[in-house]
């Protein structure tokens, strides 16, 4: 398994799985960005935890939070979930979120260690808009 989208209410869970390679997230980025009913998400949920993402670099983190900057220009709402409990992983996730906020990115990003902490934020995220 590369990556599976579910499209929910008000947002989208992105599962990935397997050796990840920087095409792939970029794929699974590409997927939900040319999607119409991104615009409409409050929330996106990046699920790492069955995903080895030991072939990604610092560099190709850097890239991935550029491409999601300029995405976020024209995209305002869905703040981001990232889900892993591995400790090599979350330095990576911490990477992106540090280079995106340098960047201006207009999305709100967070990093879990359990997918059921991530769903909660997300419901709050998707409540507080609602509002």
């Given at each position: 398994m590369a990556f599976m989208v579910f499209w929910e209410e008000n947002g989208v869970t992105v599962s990935l799985g397997g050796d990840l390679d920087i095409?792939?997230?970029?794929?699974?980025?590409a997927a939900l960005y040319s999607d119409p009913r991104f615009r409409q998400c409050k929330y996106q949920l990046f699920d790492f935890l069955e995903a080895d993402m030991s072939s990604l670099s610092l560099e190709d983190i850097d890239g991935m939070a550029a491409?999601?900057?300029f995405a976020s220009i024209t995209i305002h709402n869905p703040s981001i979930a990232l889900v892993t409990n591995n400790p090599i992983h979350t330095v990576l996730i911490e990477h992106y979120i540090k280079v995106s906020e340098q960047l201006g990115i207009t999305w709100g990003a967070k990093a879990f260690s359990s997918r059921k902490e991530a769903e909660e934020w997300c419901k709050e995220i998707g409540e507080a808009i609602e509002q």
């Open positions: 095409n792939e997230i970029n794929r699974a980025g491409k999601d900057v």
